[in-house]
């Protein structure tokens, strides 16, 4: 037996697999073949389309819709209305599904409100996406990025916290090194 939470107003479609622990909340809807892991909270008003792979740990906020072609990895956070794309140049008239392109989110990601992530990207673990940016590009680890498009203003921790030039933590004090334009945790 299924152990997770699918609220009455939400449609979980046969084939679809959803990991234990994980809530799935009102007016949403989960097609067939779609995979979520363990622990999730999908929110209200959420779709997760039927190639789309959702890792352990991910927080969905409400009026976001996972496509197929999109993975998202572990414990990543979408804000509300954040935006995925999977074709780069949409027609209503011409059929493009076997052009989708593979978007990607790193483990530990964090996407403000907003957002919108244009298909072909992979966004790069622990990196931060401020509300209403757009991506159109990678994005490295560790990475803020802001505006449109979206261009990196500085750095911050796996706390999500903004590094300033000495590069520590100041939730948890670990320290940060930056080399070749990357930003890698002190061993």
Known sequence: MADYF??????????????????????????????????????????????????????????????????????????PSCVFTNVTNPRAFVVRKNEYKETRVKKGASIGANATIVCGAQLGEYCFIGAGAVVTKNVKPYALMVGVPAKRKGWVSREGEILSSDLICPRTGEKYEEREGYLYPKL
């Open 6 to 79: 699918v609220h009455d107003t939400s449609r979980v479609d046969e084939g679809a697999c959803i990991g234990n622990g994980s809530k799935i909340w009102h007016f949403s809807h989960v097609m067939s073949g779609a995979k979520i892991g363990k622990n999730c909270s999908i929110g209200q008003n959420v779709n997760i389309g039927s190639k789309a792979v959702i890792g352990n740990g991910v927080k969905i906020q409400n009026n976001v819709s996972v496509y197929d072609s999109v993975v998202i990895e572990d414990d990543v956070f979408c804000g």
